[in-house]
């Protein structure tokens, strides 16, 4: 139980474009889904948290109009990169928390790698 | 503010040879919970376990086991005979208990076993 996937994988995409993440929980509805950034050799930070049905919650430094998350239902969030640039390269992880799990674990997803050339 | 400190950067060792990996942290939250995950060079995070501030007894998962001292905020994770296959890069990671709580990540360690 408490699957998050995630689509694509991997993703390369040309500067300037815009590309879209999606973070699908399989077996489980969540109310709460978070958006990770990992780049090479470092740790996860923390970009938005997005609940279903409102506006994301975005940290500190991270640009709204750039990233743009959507939590539309409860099974599935998404993240575009607008107006992609090379920078923008790196790994982004999703996680989503079980409405009805107590403990407010977070399940993470696989994870989708995004190249900006 | 919650912070975890992972102080090792890279950690080489021999397969058989046991490791410990440190973890230290700091929070004002009174209840909070205490995570290990794993990170192969897929990417995909493994969880490997969850700790709540209230339970101080140390765990034993086959090979792993963990230490938990509220005394000094530490949070230890041991590999017993490491193997090549545990190669990858460890995450300490604290949260709160509340439903609006984050997850704070260390630096990470990364682990090398060599055949």
């Known amino acids: 139980g408490a699957v998050v996937s995630q689509h694509p994988s991997w993703v390369i995409c040309k500067s300037g474009t815009s590309v879209k993440i999606e973070c699908r929980s399989l077996?489980?509805?969540?109310?709460?889904m978070f958006w990770y950034r990992q780049f090479p050799k470092q740790s996860l930070m923390l970009m938005a948290t997005?609940?279903?049905?409102?506006?994301?919650?975005?940290e500190q430094g991270v640009e709204k109009d750039k990233f743009l998350i959507n939590h539309a239902s409860l099974t599935l969030s998404t993240l575009t990169v607008t107006s992609a640039h090379p920078e923008d390269s790196s790994f982004y992880i999703c996680?989503?928390?079980?409405?009805?799990?107590?403990?407010?674990?977070?399940?993470f997803g696989p994870g989708t790698r995004l190249t900006v050339t | 503010a919650q912070k975890v400190t992972q102080a090792q950067t890279e950690i080489s060792v021999v397969e058989k040879e046991d490791v410990t990996l440190d973890c230290v942290y700091e929070?004002?939250?009174?209840?909070?919970?205490l995570f290990w995950y794993k990170q192969p060079p897929s990417g995909e995070l493994v969880f490997l376990i969850r700790?709540?501030?209230?339970?101080?007894q140390n765990e034993i998962s086959g090979r792993y086991s963990w230490n938990f001292q509220k005394s000094t905020s530490s949070f230890n994770f041991t590999i017993t005979a490491s193997q090549v296959v545990d190669s990858a890069v460890y995450f300490c990671?604290?949260?709160?208990?509340?439903?609006?709580?984050?997850?704070?990540f260390g630096k990470g360690i990364t682990l090398s076993v060599r055949p």
């Open positions: 996680s989503a928390r079980d409405r009805g799990d107590s403990t407010y674990e977070q399940y």
């Open positions: 077996d489980f509805q969540a109310t709460t």
């Open positions: 997005s609940n279903e049905g409102s506006k994301a919650t975005y």
């Open positions: 929070t004002r939250d009174t209840t909070y919970y």
């Open positions: 700790r709540n501030s209230f339970d101080e």
């Open positions: 990671a604290l949260s709160g208990t509340g439903a609006n709580s984050k997850l704070t």
